[in-house]
């Protein structure tokens, strides 16, 4: 079964930078289609990032040009290296999974995850 085991996440002022991992255990056949997602307080858990294979990638409007989803092969770990950050990006971010087509996995919303990391927390003061 595989897991996925989150790290990276701390403390920054506005402006800054931080990169999150994911790293992958056991077997990586779920692991096709895979995403950071998000949940700021009282918000709904949303997707900011996805990438399907090693190299197609997608993002929610609000990280576009700031944020960036990447992984070296299926084995390897997930990052997310997020730029130019800002006090609405404080949340809990996590890494999911999930066995999409490439189209599906472009637009893909926390539902269509089945395979879930444990969270790491980001806070951006300003």
């Known amino acids: 079964q595989v897991q996925l085991v989150e790290s990276g996440g701390g403390s920054v002022q506005a402006g800054g930078s931080l990169r999150l991992s994911c790293t992958i255990r056991g077997p990586t056949g779920s692991t096709i289609c895979m995403a950071w997602l998000r949940q700021r307080p009282g918000k709904e858990r949303e997707a900011v990032a996805r990438?399907?294979?090693?190299?197609?990638?997608s993002y929610a409007d609000s990280v576009k040009g700031r944020f960036t989803i990447s992984r070296a092969s299926a084995k390897a770990p997930l990052y997310l290296q997020m730029d130019s950050l800002n006090p609405d990006d404080t949340a809990m971010y996590y890494c999911?999974?999930?066995?999409?087509?490439?189209?599906?996995?472009?637009?893909?919303?926390?539902?269509?995850?089945?395979?879930w990391g444990q969270g790491t927390q980001v806070s951006i003061s300003s």
């Open positions: 990438i399907w294979g090693v190299d197609r990638t």
């Open positions: 999911a999974a999930g066995v999409l087509s490439a189209s599906d996995c472009a637009a893909a919303t926390f539902g269509a995850f089945r395979i």
